[in-house]
């Protein structure tokens, strides 16, 4: 099982390429990037469409208008494209096996069970 969807990849692979040479931001367009990957350009369209609402890219205007990153590479943290695309969600659910730990003969100390 997957932790996470497709979608974060694909996002991420588009992210790494409108990163250009010396780190700087260069523009592309979703029908390109869906030709590079691969992917219907509409299941692309969407993920920017989540990617520009977190504001990790933005529009570019004209006729051969894209994206480009919002902001340098160095301050988008993968946990950033993440929760942008698949959204806010734990890595597993939390079942208090602290409280329940054999050395603690049923009785845990309060700082096992703190935070």
């Given amino acids: 099982m997957s932790l996470y969807s497709a979608g974060v990849e694909y996002g991420i692979h588009c992210l790494i390429f ?10 592309a367009s979703v029908r ?12 692309l369209a969407k ?3 989540k990617l520009a ?10 006729v051969r208008g894209g994206f480009r990153l919002a902001r340098p590479a ?13 959204g806010r969600k734990s890595i597993f659910d939390c079942r208090e096996i602290r409280g329940r730990c ?4 049923g ?3 309060a700082w096992a069970l703190d935070g």
Avoid: C, M, W
């Avoid at 409108?18 to 523009?27: F, I, K």
């Avoid at 054999?102 to 003969?105: G, I, N, Q, R, V």
């Fill in 18 to 27: 409108l990163v250009g040479a010396g780190g700087d931001s260069r523009e």
């Fill in 74 to 86: 160095d301050e988008v943290s993968l946990l950033d494209v993440v929760n942008a695309i698949d």
């Fill in 107 to 109: 009785a845990p100390p």
């Fill in 32 to 43: 390109d990037l869906a030709q590079l990957q691969g992917v219907p350009q509409d299941y």
């Fill in 47 to 49: 993920i920017f469409t």
């Fill in 53 to 62: 609402k977190a504001h990790l890219v933005v529009a570019t205007e004209g």
């Fill in 102 to 105: 054999a050395l603690f003969d």
